[in-house]
């Protein structure tokens, strides 16, 4: 059966309206216990015969965003994304810094149930607060099947009678109510663990810079060696990098092999940036970024 | 040379062991397993598998210090870390990160010694463990290594019943430890052959055997530098280190200064090799060139390192199949499909071998 | 004096007896260098265990100054600039502003001593603020202690 979805990409590229699709495939995987797994991953689609790989459904986590940034994409004149709201809202972000241009880019926008984390639990945990089932841009509307629906029903009521928990809001809530020492060494706690890896950063859609500071040696400005001055430096360099631009798509968080709460400070970021200047990131192309602007009237009762 | 060991006396031995010992086993935090040094027997997690991060930091640290430094009115001084370490036992530790302990040595030890890497070595006593069952992920028997190998090991543990383990002492060094605390153990009993514990998951891992020759990939490997399935695959590739860093022989290293101070005439600081990865875009990156300037090419080096050039100089493929980079990867990257299909290949070049 | 480095790895808990804090300030050539001389040569008295980089502006500051200062065995920090309203180019203490705010907040959130980090705006006129604002800063950052104490960490009790 050929759904929308197909049809649509199938479209786009026999008319040559794009030339690359970014999207998600299923492939199979050769488990040791238990029958073969499907797995979820990106795929490139270049050739309109080859669109009939194409899926969504309620394991699509990835946000393919991150892509729209690399050297080989950026070489195709247009491109076609699928992208679920939260991940609308990096590709938003990335259309107000100028890394994109709206039109050299088709939105295959997704609504979206919900996706199911990879972990043991049945339902990703930046689901839970979603706000945008439906997506706020884009230029083709592809509905949630409705398998998915039902599936996800079916989970939230299995997340409900078991009461069960959102991991990153628990993390989040557990350092949140902390005292500052505390707080102190559970920061070094977590993040002398870090190996450096920069998964985190990699799979970030916002981390697009050609150069990180954490790569440049001469002058070495952020230490390379795994160990704690240097850990934590980076760690808070990449929430402050982020402060009013993290969408909390939670990427970063599911990559990281070492499960550290990488998410937290950039959810208390975000927070702070709403209080203090009522600053949402993702949501609007057209609006200045939080610090390419200023109002005359912010809070300074910090400075002396 | 075997014995028994019951897992009471195991527990006791352990905490014997631990007061003249550094006593490195798995544990278990944030639901990330890993090799930890640790101080009550307590904290070991004993799982059926391998824990997720591989026993190699402890002979190939994350960042290793060479010398520390000083200069001062043109005179250089130069301080060497200390190599006196404790005696360690690392307990728990898989055939494949053996195997793969085993390719650490050949590029450590051969050739010129690595005094860190050596001093660690020698003063470490392995205790591995066979594996009962096989990991969703694993592949040890298609590159050629047994899930009960206890090729330079120390001893090797095997589950025989629930709360029996068959101990093979393998290694002189073990052997001296064993006479040393001889008294936890049993005498095996001859008669009853002891069989190893194996679930119905571990027959049919070794029923169904190797899924792809690594002779038919090497070769390909010498011929196909230029194809186009390596920017296919790599294409999602998103240039992390995690399938090189949670890798158990992967051993690129950058040498770094760090922890540099000036104060009046003089600097000092601290030169440091720490782990690098191919996958990084700076990892070849020169002044004026970048030779390998696309991911797929970075990728390539990947599969090639392990399937080609490390076969080349050792006659021995770098892939221990503990299935690590498959589990890990963030965007589902699976060295087994990348293998498959260039076992494919090879086969679609040169006919039915 | 101690290396944070080396305290950090060698000998965990020493700090040497005579300790005395250590402030770097980072001023704006425009305003608070100036007020620093003005306050120089009008012979005000103030704290002296204060060393003074000059910025083209406030908002030329980057947060990582900060860190990397604290990690090389700075104690404190201030960061002084001109008053809203006063910038030489204009706009940059109002950007500088805003990112200070946020910076501040994710330091509190990670649980760092705020004690260490200040900043100000001081104008070229106001010698007598600069002295006062170092005097005000070093005390603080005196019962903050070492900063070597901050980077040291316990080993979790299992």
């Known amino acids: ?304 | 040379m075997t014995k028994l060991i019951s897992r009471d006396n195991l527990k006791k031995l352990i905490s014997k062991v631990l007061t003249s010992f550094q006593v490195i086993a798995p544990v278990n935090e944030n639901n990330v397993s890993f090799f930890k040094r640790i101080s009550v027997y307590e904290q070991i997690k004993w799982e059926d598998n391998n824990p997720t991060k591989s026993p190699k930091e402890f002979f190939f640290a994350p960042s290793d210090d060479l010398f520390r430094y000083q200069m001062k009115n043109k005179n250089i001084l130069l301080r060497e870390p200390s190599n006196h370490h404790d005696q360690r036992i690392i307990l728990g530790i898989r055939p494949c990160d053996m195997a793969a302990l085993n390719i650490l040595d050949r590029v450590f030890l051969e050739d010129g010694k690595d005094l860190l890497y050596s001093a660690l070595r020698d003063n470490t006593l392995l205790i591995g463990q066979s594996c009962r069952t096989p990991g969703k992920y694993c592949f040890c028997s298609s590159v050629g290594i047994n899930p009960d190998d206890s090729q330079n090991m120390d001893l090797m543990l095997t589950d025989i019943e629930k709360n029996l383990f068959l101990v093979k002492v393998v290694s002189e060094k073990g052997e001296k430890f064993f006479s040393h605390f001889s008294s936890f153990f049993q005498e095996a009993d001859a008669t009853n052959g002891h069989t190893p514990v194996q679930t119905k998951e571990m027959v049919d891992y070794l029923k169904r055997g190797a899924l792809f020759n690594v002779q038919n990939i090497n070769e390909w490997l010498n011929e196909n530098f230029e194809h186009p399935i390596w920017s296919e695959i790599a294409a999602k590739c998103i240039g992390c280190g995690v399938c090189t860093f949670f890798c158990p022989t992967c051993h690129c290293f950058d040498i770094s200064d760090e922890n540099v101070v000036y104060r009046d005439s003089s600097f000092q600081g601290v030169r440091r090799r720490i782990w690098d990865s191919c996958s990084f875009d700076h990892f070849t990156k020169m002044p004026m060139h970048q030779p390998r300037p696309t991911q797929d090419r970075r990728f390539r080096q990947r599969i090639m390192h392990k399937f080609k050039y490390f076969i080349d100089r050792f006659q021995q493929g770098a892939c221990v199949g503990c299935g690590r980079c498959r589990s890990l990867c963030p965007v589902g990257i699976d060295i087994i499909e990348v293998l498959e299909r260039i076992h494919c290949l090879s086969y679609q070049s040169h006919g039915v071998k | 004096m101690s290396l944070p480095s080396e305290v950090i790895e060698e000998n965990k808990n020493e700090i040497k007896k005579d300790w005395q804090p250590k402030v770097i300030a980072f001023l704006c050539n425009w305003c608070s260098y100036a007020g620093a001389d003005l306050a120089g040569t009008s012979r005000l008295r103030y704290d002296s265990h204060i060393e003074i980089i000059r910025v083209p502006c406030s908002g030329r500051m980057d947060p990582l100054f900060i860190l990397k200062c604290l990690e090389k065995g700075a104690d404190g920090i201030l960061v002084s600039g001109c008053h809203p309203g006063d910038c030489h180019y204009a706009t940059g203490n109002y950007y500088a502003r805003r990112k200070f705010a946020t910076f501040r907040k994710l330091l509190e959130f990670c649980g760092f001593d705020l004690r260490r980090i200040h900043f100000s705006w001081v104008s070229a006129a106001e010698g007598a603020k600069w002295s006062k604002v170092v005097n005000e800063v070093i005390s603080q950052v005196r019962e903050a202690g070492p900063i070597a104490n901050m980077y040291s960490r316990r080993e979790n009790q299992l």
């Open chain 1, 1 to 304: 059966m050929i759904t929308l979805l197909q049809a649509k990409t199938w479209e786009l590229l026999q008319q040559k309206e794009v030339s690359l699709i970014l999207g998600y495939g299923e492939f199979s995987r050769k488990i040791n216990n238990g029958p073969e797994q499907r797995i979820i991953s990106p795929i490139f689609i270049t050739k309109p015969e080859e669109t009939s790989s194409l899926v969504w459904n309620d394991r699509c986590v990835f946000n393919l965003s991150t892509y729209l940034t690399g050297k080989e994409v950026k070489a195709h004149h247009k491109v076609a994304i699928m992208a679920k709201g939260c991940d609308i809202k990096s590709i938003c972000v990335l259309i107000q810094e100028n890394q994109i241009k709206r039109e050299d880019l088709i939105i295959i926008g997704l609504t979206c149930q919900g996706v199911i984390g990879d972990k043991e639990r049945p339902k990703a945990e930046k689901c839970d607060s979603c706000q945008l089932k439906t997506p706020h841009i884009y230029d083709i509307l592809i509905d949630s099947a409705e398998a998915q629906t039902k599936k996800l029903n079916q989970v939230e009521k299995k997340v409900e009678s078991k009461n069960c928990v959102n991991p990153v809001q628990e993390k989040f809530d557990r350092m949140d109510k902390m005292n500052p020492q505390d707080r102190w060494q559970y920061c070094l706690d977590q993040f002398s663990k870090c190996i450096r890896c920069y998964a985190c950063r990699q799979v970030c859609p916002l981390c697009y810079c050609e150069k990180c500071i954490t790569d440049k040696s001469t002058p070495q400005w952020i230490e390379k060696s795994p160990l704690l001055p240097g850990n934590l430096s980076f760690h808070i360099m990449r929430a402050f990098h982020l402060t009013g631009r993290c969408v909390d798509c939670g990427e970063c968080e599911r990559a990281c092999p070492m499960n550290l709460p990488l998410t937290t400070l950039n959810k208390k970021m975000a927070q702070v940036v709403k209080d203090m200047y009522h600053y949402e990131s993702g949501l609007k192309t057209d609006e200045e970024p939080l610090f390419g602007s200023f109002q005359l009237e912010d809070e300074e009762s910090f400075i002396k």
